[in-house]
């Protein structure tokens, strides 16, 4: 059996390989089946594919000492079975869902020697896995907004003309009051929720 935990690694790629390129993450907690104390357990490569470039990167495994399952260190970056970074999918759900752009307008926005983008089919399956789970997002988002201020205001909700809208909405609410300092979130909202959310 072989688990991912995800973990915020680093903000991006560059950060994760400066940090761990050669050293894995120090991983303090119990394993995730039983709560023994797991070992490092080598690593393996593993390619991710930005808007303009392309990395291979080590994702290194842990070993549970008791039950013997293995584990891997997701970084919040990466969508485990997804060779496309969390970015590039928000940059897309984005553009298609707020800005009603087309797939092909989408594609051409990818630029690099062996990079032509996502296909067509390939972009409308991310769409369809955030389609079917974007109900459970509200709702938890929801909770979290109102755990952080239980008087707040949810009139916008109702006047919101999509539930992608509302998602988006949503999140940037949840973020500001979680990180009133800081605006936006340098990679995204997509790795925040990634990690909030396993």
């Known amino acids: 059996m072989n688990k991912s935990i995800v973990k915020p690694l680093g903000k991006n790629v560059n950060t994760y390989l400066r940090k761990y390129g050669r050293k894995s993450p120090n991983y303090d907690?119990?394993?995730?089946?039983?709560?023994?104390?797991?070992?490092?357990?080598?690593?393996?490569?593993?390619?991710?594919v930005l808007k303009h470039s392309e990395h291979r990167i080590p994702i290194y495994r842990m070993k549970c000492s008791v039950c013997g399952i293995t584990f891997s260190l997701m970084p919040d970056f990466l969508i485990p079975y997804h060779i496309y970074a969390v970015g590039v999918m928000e940059s897309t759900w984005y553009q298609r869902h707020i800005g009603c752009r087309s797939f092909g307008h989408i594609r051409r926005g990818f630029c690099g020697p062996k990079l032509n983008g996502p296909s067509k089919r390939t972009m409308k399956r991310w769409l369809s896995s955030w389609k079917k789970n974007i109900d459970r997002y509200v709702a938890w988002g929801i909770r979290q907004l109102l755990l952080y201020d239980p008087f707040a205001d949810l009139q916008w909700t109702r006047h919101t003309p999509s539930v992608e809208r509302a998602a988006f909405t949503l999140t940037k609410r949840l973020w500001r009051m979680v990180y009133p300092e800081s605006p936006y979130p340098f990679y995204g909202f997509f790795p925040w929720i990634n990690q909030l959310m396993k």
Do not use: A, I, L, Q
């Not at 907690?29 to 991710?48: A, Q």
């Open 29 to 48: 907690s119990g394993c995730p089946c039983c709560g023994g104390k797991p070992h490092k357990h080598g690593h393996y490569k593993r390619t991710v």
